[in-house]
């Protein structure tokens, strides 16, 4: 298997405009989540999924974020209007829980966003 | 939810000693404790993971150990390398992933 696969790697958009940000997970995995990463405050989890349901989005910064998972094979992360506090390393990761609960998680490559 | 503390947030250490980091989380429900590594503009990776019925547990240089009454466990690496050089993530879930803030290991040669 590939792993996680993210994209794109790098963006670099200004102010106001929309990001989407796409992963595929691995397959097989039924669970998938977006986290964040900045300096400032570390690796933050935004969204969990559960066989393409939403569980928990609590992480969600705010209504300018918003995440699918349409299939089993795909979720997108969408920032609109995107702000200059929005620039991190966004990282989608996917893992499948055995009997003994949370599995491993296997971490994408990540997007860079800078929001200028 | 969980809340997850990691020390020291950085450690230098001379090639061939020990390292020790030390996390300590707030759920007792939390079952789950796994070691992230992830190096400079990379993804993190898993290096070691314990659950909650075990004690302690041991991977080449690299242990890690669990308190769960005083809810604390620790990742212990011996005889560093400098490929160990890396930011390290403790962890910690009931069912989802609670990140400490890292600690920046530096090894010296």
């Known amino acids: 298997d590939a792993g996680v696969i993210q994209s794109p790697r790098h963006e670099v958009t200004e102010m106001g405009q929309e990001v989407t940000l796409r992963c595929k997970p691995i397959s097989g995995h039924n669970s998938l989540f977006w986290y964040r990463q900045t300096m400032m405050r570390g690796l933050e989890l935004l969204i969990y999924f559960n066989n393409n349901v939403p569980i928990d989005d609590s992480g969600m910064p705010e209504d300018r974020f918003s995440a699918k998972m349409p299939n089993a094979s795909f979720s997108t992360l969408k920032i609109q209007p995107s702000e200059p506090r929005d620039s991190a390393v966004y990282f989608c990761?996917?893992?499948?829980?055995?009997?003994?609960?949370?599995?491993?998680?296997?971490f994408g490559e990540g997007s860079r966003l800078t929001v200028l | 939810g969980e809340n997850v503390e990691q020390h020291p947030s950085t450690l230098s250490v001379q090639e061939g000693d020990s390292a020790v980091i030390k996390c300590t989380y707030s759920d007792s429900a939390s079952n789950y404790f796994p070691w992230y590594k992830q190096e400079l503009g990379k993804r993190p990776q898993l290096i070691i993971d314990?659950?909650?019925?075990?004690g302690e547990k041991k991977d080449q240089r690299i242990a890690v150990t669990l308190n769960k009454t005083a809810k604390h466990f620790s990742l212990h690496i011996t005889e560093t390398q400098p490929e160990d050089s890396a930011v390290y993530f403790c962890?910690?879930?009931?069912?989802?992933?609670?990140f400490g803030a890292g600690t920046t290991v530096t090894v010296r040669a």
């Open positions: 990761a996917s893992s499948s829980p055995g009997l003994e609960g949370t599995g491993e998680l296997f």
């Open positions: 314990i659950r909650s019925n075990v």
């Open positions: 962890a910690a879930s009931d069912y989802k992933l609670s």
